[in-house]
């Protein structure tokens, strides 16, 4: 029962959440300010903040509260990569 608890605890709520909010602020991944999946830039995009106080903030949930992976997996997998929004867009 305590395994089950912390399986939807710690991965089926974050990917529900997401899948929710995700769409509510139009949240989208990064097409070319990634590091890892584009998470951090997308968000920040969307924000417009810069990225890197999005992936300190992103870090520090990580090593405070541990669920910071958990959630940053599910917003990879999740959130559509946004190709409309490139710094550099080539088409002439």
Known sequence: MGLLFVLVVSIIIPFVIVAFVGKIL????????????????????????????????????????????AWYIAFAIVLPTDYHHKKYDNDY
Not at 42 to 57: C, Q, T
Request: aromatic share 10%; hydrophobic share 55%; net charge positive.
């Open 26 to 69: 139009g949240l989208y991944k990064s097409a070319d300010d990634r590091v890892l999946a584009g998470v951090c830039g997308g968000v920040a995009e969307r924000f417009g903040v810069s990225a890197g106080l999005i992936r300190v903030i992103w870090l520090l949930a990580v090593l405070l509260f541990g669920q910071g992976l």
